[in-house]
């Protein structure tokens, strides 16, 4: 079992609660960690046998691109995307970071992080 990491991916979206944070809008960072078994990939040096990140990235731009109002929903919808995208992966996780956000005094940045993982498969019990 290994972990794709892909950090720092940066948009300027326009999401918020307020209206004027989505008329105006802010930078977010993007980070995305996918735990999948990449041996085939490493012993073949073939892409086809893991997760492209370059696709990742579009799909994440996609999805910054619509606007929501709470980033925890743009944080969930990108990790089911990711997810149901790429079946292969065991582990989803999203995290999705807003810098300077509105607040009453400084502060960075604040981010939101959903996981997903997938469900084993119940064993059958085949005892008489």
Same mark, same amino acid.
């Given at each position: 079992?290994?972990?794709? /990491? ?54 994440? /731009?996609?999805?910054? /691109? ?58 059958k019990d085949l005892s008489f």
């Amino acid at each position: 079992m290994g972990t794709i /990491a892909i950090e720092g991916m940066q948009f300027y979206a326009y999401h918020g609660y307020y209206k004027e944070e989505r008329k105006k809008g802010n930078y977010f960072v993007v980070d995305v960690y996918l735990d999948l078994d990449f041996t085939k990939a490493g012993r073949e040096d073939g892409i086809q046998h893991t997760v492209n990140y370059e696709k990742v990235y579009n799909l994440c /731009a996609r999805r910054m /691109a619509r606007t929501r109002k709470l980033l925890e929903a743009v944080c969930v919808e990108l990790a089911e995307l990711v997810h149901r995208k790429y079946p292969e992966v065991k582990k989803t996780r999203v995290r999705i970071s807003k810098l300077h956000p509105p607040l009453a005094g400084p502060s960075q940045r604040f981010y939101v992080e959903h996981s997903l993982k997938r469900k084993k498969p119940k064993r059958k019990d085949l005892s008489f």
